[in-house]
């Protein structure tokens, strides 16, 4: 199957620091990459989807000059969070999809702790 | 406000009961429908998916689905349930009018715990 790696997995920051957070498909072309947010026991909110060379559409409620995407290549995706907050510490999950089937493939997501 | 809701938050089973998980949308017009699971400690997982044709899908692990498309629900069921299948299981919607990308609106997850 598809696989999406991220990096770091984990990752500590400072308050007012920013961190970028690596989303990869190792075994195909992600057309298209989202990026979500999993709070504990709580389900994916989806942030913001990106097609390679475009720029990311967010969902309502998501702050784009706080939450940078880029995806410069069809195999790479990359989220910085910018003067992160204690409030952004959270788990955050890419994934990829390839051109006409609608699955999504998951990357296992990065823990952030912003202190 | 248009949503995907999963009635059941936390199920607990013995080994061998049967499942049911309710999931239910309420977007019109033509949706795309998906089951993910997610293992302790592990990534989101596809189970099945329904975009068109047979109603009932049929999935990994024994897992099935049936889409009934006048109750907006798309149930997730398997007839005997083990120690393994213990996990977060995720409805998911791929709804109209995504503006061409393959965008995803999850529920909020039924916790499934499997007693030996």
């Known amino acids: 199957g598809a696989v999406v790696s991220q990096h770091p997995s984990r990752v500590i920051c400072k308050s007012g620091t920013s961190v970028k957070i690596e989303c990869r498909s190792l075994?195909?072309?992600?057309?298209?990459m989202f990026w979500y947010r999993q709070f504990p026991k709580q389900s994916l909110m989806l942030m913001a989807t990106?097609?390679?060379?475009?720029?990311?559409?967010?969902e309502q409620g998501v702050e784009k000059d706080k939450f940078l995407i880029n995806h410069a290549s069809l195999t790479l995706s990359t989220l910085t969070v910018t003067s992160a907050h204690p409030e952004d510490s959270s788990f955050y999950i890419c994934?990829?999809?390839?051109?006409?089937?609608?699955?999504?493939?998951f990357g296992p997501g990065t823990r952030l702790t912003v202190t | 406000a248009q949503s995907v809701s999963q009635h059941n938050h936390h199920v607990i089973l013995s080994e061998a009961a049967s499942l049911e998980l309710g999931c239910n949308y309420s977007?019109?017009?033509?949706?795309?429908l998906f089951w993910y699971v997610q293992y302790p400690g592990q990534h989101l997982q596809l189970l099945l998916k329904?975009?068109?044709?047979?109603?009932l899908v049929k999935g990994i692990k024994g897992f099935e689905a049936e889409f009934i498309k006048s109750k907006f629900s798309f149930n997730l069921r398997k007839p005997s349930v083990q120690w393994s299948d213990t996990a977060e299981y995720f409805c998911?919607?791929?709804?109209?009018?995504?503006?061409?990308?393959?965008?995803?609106?999850f529920g909020a997850g039924t916790r499934l715990a499997v007693h030996p």
């Open positions: 994934s990829g999809a390839g051109t006409a089937n609608y699955e999504q493939y």
């Open positions: 075994d195909f072309q992600a057309t298209t």
């Open positions: 990106s097609n390679e060379g475009s720029k990311a559409t967010y």
């Open positions: 977007y019109g017009g033509t949706v795309n």
């Open positions: 329904y975009f068109s044709g047979d109603p």
């Open positions: 998911a919607v791929n709804p109209p009018f995504s503006g061409g990308y393959n965008k995803l609106i």
